[in-house]
């Protein structure tokens, strides 16, 4: 299974980013998909989830509003579109894959918010 994040960058407070991450190996279709964020010296945060099908997504508080999450399985990818970034969203993105018998991540992709 391989999980492959894109996007990443540096970017001015205010403006946007849109994370993918595609997906091999795996019955993609059948898998819960979230975004994960980890800003330094923190824990690992939960920042958005979206169902196997597509039709239920969440978000946390500090991103709802902002960030959508949006997956087309026809093409084994999830996206994260990221606005009104702030320098607080500044860390490592994860894609994580979440299934009754197992988990998959991917290795990270760098998001700095900054002037």
């Known amino acids: 299974v391989h999980l492959v994040e894109s996007g990443g960058g540096l970017v001015q407070p205010g403006g946007s980013l849109r994370l993918s991450c595609a997906a091999s190996?795996?019955?993609?279709?059948?898998?819960?998909m979230n975004w994960y964020r980890q800003a330094p010296g923190k824990e690992r945060e939960l920042v958005a989830t979206?169902?196997?099908?597509?039709?239920?997504?969440s978000y946390a508080d500090s991103v709802n509003g902002r960030f959508t999450i949006s997956r087309d399985n026809s093409k084994n990818t999830v996206s994260l579109q990221m606005n009104s970034l702030k320098p607080e969203d500044t860390a490592v993105y994860y894609c994580?894959?979440?299934?009754?018998?197992?988990?998959?991540w991917g290795q990270g992709t760098q998001v700095t918010v900054s002037s």
């Open positions: 994580h894959a979440v299934r009754f018998d197992g988990i998959h």
């Open positions: 190996g795996l019955t993609f279709s059948t898998y819960g």
């Open positions: 979206i169902s196997s099908a597509g039709d239920s997504t």
